[in-house]
C-alpha cells in the first residue's frame, strides 16, 4: 500500500472482536436465549453450504446479533452443521476467507456515493439501509481500516478485512430486519489490488462529505468547478470526473446536475499552469467549519495544505529541496519498489506490463482481448506512481511541511539513471514455465529464477506433478494431440512440428530461442490458423496476436520491433505470401537480445527477444538463412474445397475450453523427460537452439517421429541453396582445380552458357560477379567449396574450387549448347 492511502484509513482494527461471553457453539449445543424475532423463509444452513463451498469460512452467531460468542471464533472451523434457524451467518474475511472484503458503508451518503465509484462490486443490506456493504476479492488482503471523523460526522465506511467477520445475507440484523443480497447472490466476486481498493475507498469517503455539504442553492455550479479541480489533481481521467460530479449532484437533488460536469476546461486550466480552483475553494463553499473535518477532507484527496502537525516526515517521506536531487531520486527508487509498484527494467528502459480488455492494432499487429503488453514507463505515469508510493513535502521558512507533488525533474531524473535496482523483466508468461533447472514457475507474481512475471489472468491451474513416469508423458502427450485429431498430416514430422510448438509454449520464455514454426497447405481452408490459435491459447490465454507480411524488408522490421517491444510471447505471421527472410527476423528468432530503433527517435535499444513466431500459409517459401531456423508442418489431404469439410468439433474451441488441463500436460511432458534423466540426449542439438532441444529429446523420447527432419527438407527446398549450388557445380565443370580470376572467370564464361545461365547476371560486370563469389565463399555445397587462394586488395582475389570430402564424387552436368563448340 502506498504512504498517501496509508494515512488515510486511520485506526487499525484489532484482529478479534473483544466478547463478553464465551459460550461454545458445537453441532449439538445451540444458543436459544431470546432476541429479536422474524420469520424467515430461509435455511442459515443451506446458506452456509453454499458460502463453504465458494471457499469462505464460516462462523456461527446468535440469531439477531452481529458478533461471534466463542474467543476463539477467528481460529476455529466451523461447517454447515453448526448452523440452524436460530442461527445468523458470519463470514471470516481477508486471508481467511482468499481475500474477501466488505466495505460497510456506515454513512447513507457513502451508499450513495459507491452507487459510482464501487458499481462493479455486488451488495446487500437490509430494508432500512440497502446496500450498504459491498463485497469483492482483493489480492494480498492488508489490514481492516476505518475511514470515520469523530468530532462531527463520525463513521463514513470501514474497509473490513483480516481480523474481523462480516454478518451475511440469510441473518437476521438486530433491528430484525432480514439482511438480503440487492440483487441476488452474486457469482464470482470482481478481483482488484489491494492499494486500489484503499483508493476507492478512500474517494468515497472524500465525497461522502461533499455530498453531505453540498449547497442547497446559488453556489452549485462553483461548487462543481472545485470538486471537479480536485479530482483532476488526485489524478482523475477528465470523463470519469465528470460521470462523479453529475451523480453526486443528482444524488444531492440539484435539478441542474446534467450540466455539472466542466472537467475538460478545468484540465485545459492546469494543463497551461493557469488558475483553476481547488481544495480551498471546495472547503470554503461547502461551507466546512469543523477544522478536523477539513483536515480528514485534505488527507483522503492527497491534495492540499495540511499543517506541520499533521506531517509526519519518516522513511516514507521524501523532502524536496535544492541539492538533493541524489538522494531523493534513490529515495524515490526505494519506496517504489517497497511499495510494490508494477516498474521493472527492460534492456535500458523502466517499463510496466498491462493488460488490454479490447483488441489492439500497433502497425499491422493485431492483439486479441485479455493481452499483456509491457509498455515504457512514461514521465507522468513514473511521477503518478512515485505520489502514491512516498510522502512528498516541501519545508517553509516558518519551519513547517506543506504536502507537494513530485516535481517532473525527480521522474526524469528516474528515468535516465543507469544502473536501476528495480527487478529485470524478460517477459510476461501467461501459464506456467519450466525453469531452466527443471522446476516449474507455476506461482503467479515476478519470479526471479527465470526473471519473468506470472500473469494467469486471474486462472487457477492445477499443480504440476514433481516426478510423473513415462506413462504419465505419454498420456498427457495424448491430451495434447487430442484436438488434431482430424487433421491430415503429410508425414508424422510434420504432426510433430504441431506437438513440437505444444511443448515448446511451457519453456519458450525461458529459453533464449526456439525456432519458428511453419504450417503449410496446398490450399486455404486446412485449419492452419487454427493450429496458431491453439498453440497461443496454452501459452496466454488468448488467440494468436497476428502480424501480416509487410512489402519490403523494412516494413517487417517495424513490426517485429513492435512485437519484441511489447514483449508479444507469441505472434503468428498470417497468409504468408512471400518468402520467409529478413536479417531481423532472423536475428529474434535466434539471438538472446536484438537492437531496435525506436520510431521517431534517433535511439537504438537492446531488449531481450523472446517471442515464439508461427507462420502460416500455402505452399509457404523458405528462404537463405532463415531455412535453419524453422521446423515445417506440412498439412496434407486431397481436397478441392477443403473449407466445406464438416466436423463434430472446434479444436479450437476444445483448447479453451480445457486450457488449464492442457497447459500441465505440457508441463508434464517436459517434467517427466527431465526426471527420467533425458535419455535421449544423443540427438545432436540444433544449432542456436541448444536450450530449446529438451523438446525435440521429448518428442522423440515418446516415439513421435524427430522434427528436426523437417528442417532439413526446408533446406534442401531452398530455392536460393539450389541456385548457389548449381553456380558453384558450374564454375566447378568450367575451370576444374584451377585458381581464377573474376576476370578470368567471366573469360571462360564467353564459352560456357552453363556458366552464363548458373551466374544469372551479364558477365561483362565484373562487380556483378565478385558479388555472388563473395556471398559464395566458404560455403558448402554438393560436396564442394569455394576458397580464397590468394587475396589481392588491387587486382581482386583468386579462387578456386575444392572437394570438400575425398568421397565427392566429380559434378556431372547436361552437355550445353556452347559445350559442343
Given at each position: 500500500?502506498?504512504?498517501?492511502?496509508?494515512?488515510?484509513?486511520?485506526?487499525?482494527?484489532?484482529?478479534?472482536?473483544?466478547?463478553?461471553q464465551?459460550?461454545?457453539f458445537?453441532?449439538?449445543?445451540r444458543?436459544?436465549?431470546?432476541?429479536?424475532?422474524v420469520?424467515?423463509?430461509?435455511?442459515?444452513?443451506?446458506?452456509?453450504?453454499?458460502?463453504?463451498?465458494?471457499?469462505?469460512?464460516?462462523?456461527?452467531?446468535?440469531?439477531?446479533?452481529?458478533?461471534?460468542?466463542?474467543?476463539?471464533?477467528?481460529?476455529?472451523?466451523?461447517?454447515?452443521?453448526?448452523?440452524?434457524?436460530?442461527?445468523?451467518?458470519?463470514?471470516?474475511?481477508?486471508?481467511?476467507?482468499?481475500?474477501?472484503?466488505?466495505?460497510?458503508?456506515?454513512?447513507?451518503?457513502?451508499?450513495?456515493?459507491?452507487?459510482?465509484?464501487?458499481?462493479?462490486?455486488?451488495?446487500?443490506?437490509?430494508?432500512?439501509?440497502?446496500?450498504?456493504?459491498?463485497?469483492?476479492?482483493?489480492?494480498?488482503?492488508g489490514?481492516?481500516?476505518?475511514?470515520?471523523v469523530?468530532?462531527?460526522?463520525?463513521?463514513?465506511?470501514?474497509?473490513?478485512?483480516?481480523?474481523?467477520?462480516?454478518?451475511?445475507?440469510g441473518?437476521?440484523?438486530?433491528?430484525?430486519?432480514?439482511?438480503e443480497?440487492?440483487?441476488?447472490?452474486?457469482?464470482?466476486?470482481?478481483?482488484?489490488?489491494?492499494e486500489e481498493?484503499?483508493?476507492?475507498?478512500?474517494?468515497?469517503?472524500?465525497?461522502?462529505?461533499?455530498?453531505?455539504?453540498y449547497?442547497?442553492?446559488?453556489?452549485?455550479?462553483?461548487?462543481c468547478?472545485?470538486?471537479?479541480?480536485?479530482?483532476?489533481?488526485?489524478?482523475?481521467?477528465?470523463?470519469?470526473?465528470?460521470?462523479?460530479?453529475?451523480?453526486?449532484?443528482?444524488?444531492?437533488?440539484?435539478?441542474?446536475?446534467?450540466?455539472?460536469?466542466?472537467?475538460?476546461?478545468?484540465?485545459?486550466?492546469?494543463?497551461?499552469?493557469?488558475?483553476?480552483?481547488g481544495?480551498?475553494?471546495?472547503?470554503e463553499?461547502?461551507?466546512?467549519?469543523?477544522?478536523?473535518?477539513?483536515?480528514?477532507?485534505?488527507?483522503?484527496?492527497?491534495?492540499?495544505?495540511?499543517?506541520?502537525?499533521?506531517?509526519?516526515?519518516?522513511?516514507?517521506?521524501?523532502?524536496?529541496?535544492?541539492?538533493?536531487?541524489?538522494r531523493?531520486?534513490?529515495?524515490?527508487?526505494?519506496?517504489?519498489?517497497a511499495?510494490?509498484?508494477?516498474?521493472?527494467?527492460?534492456?535500458?528502459?523502466?517499463?510496466?506490463?498491462?493488460?488490454?480488455?479490447?483488441?489492439?492494432?500497433?502497425?499491422?499487429?493485431?492483439?486479441?482481448?485479455?493481452?499483456?503488453?509491457?509498455?515504457?514507463?512514461?514521465?507522468?505515469?513514473?511521477?503518478m506512481?512515485?505520489?502514491?508510493?512516498?510522502?512528498?513535502?516541501?519545508?517553509?521558512?516558518?519551519?513547517?511541511?506543506?504536502?507537494?507533488?513530485?516535481p517532473?525533474q525527480?521522474?526524469?531524473?528516474?528515468?535516465?539513471?543507469?544502473?536501476?535496482?528495480?527487478?529485470?523483466?524478460?517477459?510476461?508468461?501467461?501459464?506456467?514455465?519450466?525453469?531452466?533447472?527443471?522446476?516449474?514457475?507455476?506461482?503467479?507474481?515476478?519470479?526471479?529464477?527465470?526473471?519473468?512475471?506470472?500473469?494467469?489472468?486471474g486462472?487457477?491451474?492445477p499443480?504440476?506433478?514433481?516426478?510423473?513416469?513415462?506413462?504419465?508423458?505419454?498420456?498427457?502427450?495424448?491430451?495434447?494431440?487430442?484436438?488434431f485429431?482430424?487433421?491430415?498430416?503429410?508425414?508424422?514430422?510434420?504432426?510433430?512440428?504441431?506437438?513440437?510448438?505444444?511443448?515448446?509454449?511451457?519453456?519458450?520464455?525461458?529459453?533464449?530461442?526456439?525456432?519458428?514454426?511453419?504450417?503449410?497447405?496446398?490450399?486455404?481452408?486446412?485449419?492452419?490458423?487454427?493450429?496458431?490459435?491453439?498453440?497461443?491459447?496454452?501459452?496466454?490465454?488468448?488467440?494468436?496476436?497476428v502480424?501480416?507480411?509487410g512489402?519490403?524488408?523494412?516494413?517487417?522490421e517495424?513490426?517485429?520491433?513492435?512485437?519484441?517491444r511489447?514483449?508479444?510471447?507469441?505472434?503468428?505471421?498470417?497468409?504468408?505470401?512471400?518468402?520467409?527472410?529478413?536479417?531481423?527476423?532472423?536475428s529474434?528468432?535466434?539471438?538472446?537480445?536484438?537492437?531496435?530503433?525506436?520510431?521517431?527517435?534517433?535511439?537504438?535499444?537492446?531488449?531481450?527477444?523472446?517471442?515464439?513466431?508461427?507462420?502460416t500459409?500455402?505452399?509457404?517459401?523458405?528462404?537463405?538463412?532463415?531455412?535453419?531456423?524453422?521446423?515445417?508442418?506440412?498439412?496434407?489431404?486431397?481436397?478441392?474445397?477443403?473449407?466445406?469439410?464438416?466436423?463434430?468439433?472446434?479444436?479450437?474451441?476444445?483448447?479453451?475450453?480445457?486450457?488449464?488441463?492442457?497447459?500441465v500436460?505440457?508441463?508434464?511432458?517436459?517434467?517427466?523427460?527431465?526426471?527420467?534423466?533425458?535419455?535421449?540426449?544423443?540427438?545432436?542439438?540444433?544449432?542456436?537452439?541448444?536450450?530449446?532441444?529438451?523438446?525435440?529429446e521429448?518428442?522423440?523420447?515418446?516415439?513421435?517421429?524427430?522434427?528436426?527432419?523437417?528442417?532439413?527438407?526446408?533446406?534442401?527446398?531452398?530455392?536460393?541453396?539450389?541456385d548457389?549450388?548449381?553456380?558453384?557445380?558450374?564454375?566447378?565443370?568450367?575451370?576444374?582445380?584451377?585458381?581464377?580470376?573474376?576476370?578470368?572467370?567471366?573469360?571462360?564464361?564467353?564459352?560456357?552458357?552453363?556458366?552464363?545461365a548458373?551466374?544469372?547476371?551479364?558477365?561483362?560486370?565484373?562487380?556483378?560477379?565478385?558479388?555472388?563469389?563473395?556471398?559464395?565463399?566458404?560455403?558448402?555445397?554438393?560436396?564442394?567449396?569455394?576458397?580464397?587462394?590468394?587475396?589481392?586488395?588491387?587486382?581482386?582475389?583468386?579462387?578456386?574450387?575444392?572437394?570438400?570430402?575425398?568421397?565427392?564424387?566429380?559434378?556431372?552436368?547436361?552437355?550445353?549448347?556452347?559445350?559442343?563448340f
Open positions: 500500500m502506498s504512504a498517501d492511502e496509508k494515512s488515510a484509513p486511520g485506526e487499525e482494527v484489532p484482529g478479534a472482536q473483544k466478547q463478553n464465551t459460550t461454545q458445537s453441532p449439538t449445543t444458543d436459544r436465549e431470546s432476541g429479536p424475532q420469520k424467515s423463509q430461509v435455511d442459515p444452513r443451506k446458506i452456509a453450504e453454499r458460502y463453504v463451498a465458494r471457499g469462505w469460512a464460516v462462523v456461527p452467531i446468535k440469531r439477531g446479533e452481529k458478533g461471534p460468542k466463542s474467543k476463539d471464533w477467528l481460529e476455529a472451523a466451523f461447517g454447515p452443521e453448526y448452523f440452524s434457524l436460530e442461527t445468523n451467518i458470519g463470514v471470516k474475511l481477508g486471508e481467511k476467507s482468499g481475500g474477501l472484503v466488505d466495505i460497510d458503508l456506515d454513512d447513507e451518503h457513502a451508499v450513495a456515493i459507491a452507487d459510482a465509484t464501487l458499481a462493479f462490486a455486488p451488495s446487500f443490506g437490509r430494508a432500512g439501509n440497502p446496500r450498504s456493504h459491498r463485497l469483492l476479492r482483493v489480492r494480498d488482503p489490514k481492516t481500516s476505518k475511514w470515520q469523530k468530532s462531527s460526522i463520525g463513521m463514513v465506511l470501514e474497509l473490513r478485512s483480516s481480523g474481523v467477520q462480516t454478518v451475511f445475507p441473518s437476521v440484523h438486530p433491528s430484525g430486519e432480514a439482511i443480497w440487492t440483487e441476488g447472490e452474486p457469482g464470482d466476486l470482481p478481483e482488484r489490488g489491494y481498493v484503499v483508493r476507492l475507498c478512500r474517494y468515497t469517503a472524500f465525497l461522502a462529505i461533499v455530498l453531505r455539504h449547497p442547497k442553492q446559488g453556489s452549485r455550479d462553483e461548487e468547478m472545485a470538486l471537479s479541480g480536485v479530482l483532476l489533481r488526485m489524478g482523475l481521467e477528465p470523463e470519469h470526473v465528470d460521470d462523479l460530479v453529475r451523480h453526486l449532484a443528482q444524488c444531492a437533488g440539484d435539478e441542474e446536475w446534467q450540466s455539472r460536469g466542466k472537467a475538460q476546461q478545468t484540465k485545459g486550466q492546469l494543463d497551461a499552469d493557469g488558475p483553476a480552483t481544495m480551498p475553494k471546495l472547503l463553499l461547502l461551507g466546512i467549519t469543523d477544522e478536523v473535518a477539513r483536515r480528514k477532507m485534505v488527507e483522503w484527496a492527497g491534495v492540499g495544505r495540511i499543517s506541520a502537525a499533521s506531517v509526519a516526515v519518516d522513511e516514507n517521506t521524501i523532502v524536496v529541496a535544492d541539492g538533493r536531487l541524489a531523493i531520486v534513490e529515495d524515490s527508487e526505494r519506496l517504489l519498489i511499495k510494490g509498484m508494477p516498474i521493472y527494467q527492460r534492456g535500458r528502459e523502466l517499463v510496466r506490463p498491462v493488460r488490454h480488455d479490447r483488441p489492439t492494432a500497433d502497425e499491422d499487429l493485431r492483439r486479441q482481448p485479455g493481452s499483456v503488453v509491457i509498455q515504457p514507463v512514461g514521465r507522468h505515469a513514473l511521477r506512481m512515485m505520489a502514491r508510493a512516498a510522502n512528498w513535502v516541501t519545508l517553509r521558512l516558518d519551519g513547517c511541511y506543506t504536502p507537494t507533488d513530485p517532473l525527480y521522474a526524469d531524473a528516474l528515468l535516465d539513471v543507469r544502473p536501476l535496482r528495480f527487478p529485470r523483466l524478460l517477459g510476461v508468461a501467461g501459464s506456467p514455465v519450466m525453469r531452466a533447472d527443471g522446476t516449474v514457475a507455476q506461482a503467479e507474481g515476478y519470479d526471479p529464477a527465470t526473471e519473468l512475471l506470472l500473469d494467469f489472468g486462472v487457477t491451474f499443480p504440476v506433478p514433481d516426478a510423473p513416469t513415462r506413462d504419465d508423458a505419454l498420456c498427457a502427450l495424448g491430451l495434447l494431440k487430442r484436438p485429431r482430424a487433421y491430415e498430416f503429410e508425414d508424422r514430422a510434420s504432426a510433430s512440428v504441431v506437438y513440437s510448438a505444444m511443448l515448446t509454449t511451457a519453456i519458450s520464455r525461458v529459453v533464449p530461442a526456439v525456432p519458428g514454426h511453419v504450417f503449410d497447405a496446398s490450399t486455404a481452408g486446412y485449419g492452419k490458423s487454427k493450429i496458431a490459435d491453439c498453440v497461443s491459447l496454452l501459452a496466454t490465454g488468448t488467440r494468436a496476436a502480424m501480416s507480411q512489402k519490403n524488408p523494412e516494413e517487417d517495424k513490426r517485429i520491433g513492435a512485437a519484441l511489447g514483449g508479444d510471447p507469441l505472434i503468428a505471421v498470417d497468409n504468408i505470401e512471400q518468402p520467409i527472410a529478413g536479417d531481423k527476423l532472423c529474434a528468432i535466434t539471438q538472446a537480445t536484438v537492437s531496435l530503433r525506436i520510431l521517431g527517435q534517433s535511439l537504438n535499444v537492446e531488449l531481450p527477444s523472446r517471442t515464439m513466431f508461427l507462420f500459409g500455402n505452399n509457404v517459401r523458405v528462404h537463405a538463412d532463415m531455412c535453419r531456423r524453422v521446423l515445417r508442418c506440412r498439412i496434407g489431404g486431397d481436397h478441392e474445397r477443403p473449407d466445406k469439410r464438416q466436423f463434430d468439433f472446434d479444436p479450437v474451441k476444445e483448447v479453451e475450453a480445457q486450457r488449464t488441463e492442457l497447459v500436460a505440457a508441463l508434464a511432458v517436459l517434467r517427466a523427460y527431465v526426471a527420467a534423466g533425458r535419455p535421449r540426449r544423443d540427438l545432436p542439438p540444433i544449432g542456436s537452439f541448444e536450450d530449446w532441444n529438451v523438446v525435440r521429448a518428442l522423440v523420447w515418446l516415439d513421435e517421429e524427430d522434427p528436426e527432419l523437417t528442417r532439413e527438407e526446408v533446406m534442401e527446398d531452398d530455392e536460393e541453396r539450389e548457389m549450388q548449381c553456380l558453384l557445380l558450374a564454375i566447378r565443370a568450367a575451370m576444374r582445380d584451377q585458381p581464377f580470376t573474376v576476370a578470368e572467370l567471366r573469360d571462360a564464361a564467353k564459352n560456357h552458357h552453363g556458366l552464363i548458373a551466374l544469372s547476371c551479364d558477365p561483362g560486370v565484373g562487380r556483378a560477379v565478385s558479388a555472388r563469389l563473395k556471398k559464395l565463399q566458404g560455403r558448402v555445397l554438393g560436396g564442394f567449396v569455394l576458397r580464397v587462394v590468394r587475396e589481392d586488395g588491387k587486382r581482386g582475389h583468386t579462387y578456386r574450387v575444392d572437394k570438400r570430402r575425398a568421397e565427392a564424387a566429380e559434378p556431372t552436368l547436361p552437355p550445353s549448347p556452347s559445350d559442343e
